[in-house]
T-cell receptor, first 115, second 114 residues
Framework: DQQVKQNSPSLSVQEGRISILNCDYTNSMFDYFLWYKKYPAEGPTFLISISSIKDKNEDGRFTVFLNKSAKHLSLHIVPSQPGDSAVYFCAASRNFYSGNTPLVFGKGTRLSVIA | DTGVSQDPRHKITKRGQNVTFRCDPISEHNRLYWYRQTLGQGPEFLTYFQNEAQLEKSRLLSDRFSAERPKGSFSTLEIQRTEQGDSAMYLC????????????FGPGTRLLVL
């Protein structure tokens, strides 16, 4: 039973355009969400996170949106750059004060930014 | 500030041999996690420590796997009597007391069991 789902295995976007990566979750106990970026042969790199008390969080070119009623979150990258080409993982957890649990990851979406 | 480090980065072993991996977390990070990642999948949780105490173990962690974190600093993950199904990337992550939900990953150890 996959609790975190990334239904698009891959996505291609032109340089300068917006990249939108989507993630759905099934466990309503999750209240903290993270996005990681992974290059081949490297560990995941933390990008941005959001708590369930918010519906949006921004950090530079990266914005994460959370729709709790739909159990859906998305990562927007604007503008997309060739260096953004990587696999992006969505992860979910319960936050520390609600009984922290380890991260549950989706299977990832491979983003290709075409120059 | 150095990141999480893992050693070795690659390991090739024969089925039935024992292997041990090491993880050094970011300084002053009190939580340390081990994950395993296979091709086409996201990382899957194995176990985690808060300081030297092992607080949770996944059902993925069979009896052949053991992890330690003596003195609450570095950690080791040992796999005894390796099987071909153990071939994977083993990832270590750590998180600080101030932001325990956010985990920072090391580069991983890629294990190949022949």
């Amino acid at each position: 039973d996959q609790q975190v789902k990334q239904n698009s295995p891959s996505l291609s976007v032109q340089e300068g355009r917006i990249s939108i990566l989507n993630c759905d979750y099934t466990n309503s106990m999750f209240d903290y969400f993270l996005w990681y970026k992974k290059y081949p042969a490297e560990g995941p790199t933390f990008l941005i996170s959001i708590s369930s008390i918010k519906d949006k969080n921004e950090d530079g070119r990266f914005t994460v949106f959370l729709n709790k009623s739909a159990k859906h979150l998305s990562l927007h990258i604007v503008p997309s750059q060739p260096g953004d080409s990587a696999v992006y993982f969505c992860a979910a957890s319960r936050n520390f004060y609600s009984g922290n649990t380890p991260l549950v990851f989706g299977k990832g979406t491979r983003l290709s930014v075409i120059a | 500030d150095t990141g999480v480090s893992q050693d070795p980065r690659h390991k090739i072993t024969k089925r039935g041999q024992n292997v041990t991996f090491r993880c050094d977390p970011i300084s002053e990070h009190n939580r340390l996690y081990w994950y395993r990642q296979t091709l086409g999948q996201g990382p899957e949780f194995l176990t985690y420590f808060q300081n030297e105490a092992q607080l949770e173990k996944s059902r993925l962690l069979s009896d052949r796997f053991s992890a330690e974190r003596p003195k609450g600093s570095f950690s080791t993950l040992e796999i005894q009597r390796t099987e071909q199904g153990d071939s994977a990337m083993y990832l270590c992550a750590s998180s600080p007391p101030s932001l325990p939900e956010t985990q920072y990953f090391g580069p991983g150890t890629r294990l190949l069991v022949l």
